[in-house]
């Protein structure tokens, strides 16, 4: 059964097309920015990192877009499969500290 | 070397009870972070302990939540008199405390308090 995000916004894709994720991120300090998936019934498990030096990162299948202006991260997964079936997290952490705030997190739903 | 380990993987107890989550945080890992995370919630920082410093407990939610870790390894989480608005899973994360540095997180603890 589910352990976490019975209630949690949903996005559904065909198997094979492109998904985006996006997460507003709240202090304008932070400066690494981390996504994490988390599968039903585990612990976030990490995809990619980006620091606020750059924009973009790209990963196998995901890339990370960050947009500092309008505090704006988001997750591009390539040719998304079923076990891309997940929660998907955001978190940030600005330089120096210890603590991350997380996103609420999306679900990620795909069709076959 | 493994991961981040908790036990039990699955914890359900009686409201008044008494229970202790453990987390065995990866190796070498200095930092070891717990947090809660209710049902469609995110995730909600409890405490926080790195090396010998002393912990940050900012996020512990009352008096009934306490944690201890032996040095730089094993971590419990113990919740006294525990309430129905204590079920959540429990999940534990290390990292190697050098700032900003990823952390791994353990598989978690669904506790039920009924």
């Known amino acids: 059964g589910e352990s976490v995000g019975l209630h949690l916004p949903t996005l559904s894709v065909q198997e094979g097309d492109n998904s985006i994720i996006n997460c507003a991120y709240s202090n304008s300090a932070s400066d690494y920015f981390i996504w994490y998936k988390q599968e039903s019934g585990k612990g976030p498990q990490f995809i990619i990192d980006i620091r606020s030096n750059m924009d973009k990162r790209q990963g196998q299948r995901v890339t990370v877009l960050l947009n500092k202006t309008v505090k704006h991260l988001s997750l591009q997964i390539a040719a998304t499969q079923p076990g891309d079936s997940a929660v998907y997290f955001c978190a940030e952490n600005a330089s120096g500290t210890y603590k991350y705030i997380f996103g609420t997190g999306t679900r990620l739903k795909v069709l076959a | 070397g493994a991961g981040v380990s908790q036990s039990p993987s699955n914890k359900v107890t009686e409201k008044g009870k008494d229970v202790e989550l453990r987390c065995d945080p990866i190796?070498?890992?200095?930092?070891l972070y717990w947090y809660r995370q209710r049902l469609g919630q995110g995730l909600e920082f409890l405490i926080y302990f790195q090396g010998n410093s002393a912990p940050d407990k900012s996020g512990l939610p009352s008096d009934r939540f306490s944690a201890e870790r032996t040095g730089e390894s094993v971590s419990t989480l113990t919740i006294q008199r525990t309430q129905q608005e204590d079920s959540a899973v429990y999940l534990c994360?290390?990292?190697f405390g050098l700032g900003s540095d990823t952390q791994y997180f353990g598989p978690g603890t669904r506790l039920t308090v009924l």
């Open positions: 994360a290390s990292s």
């Open positions: 190796s070498g890992h200095t930092a």
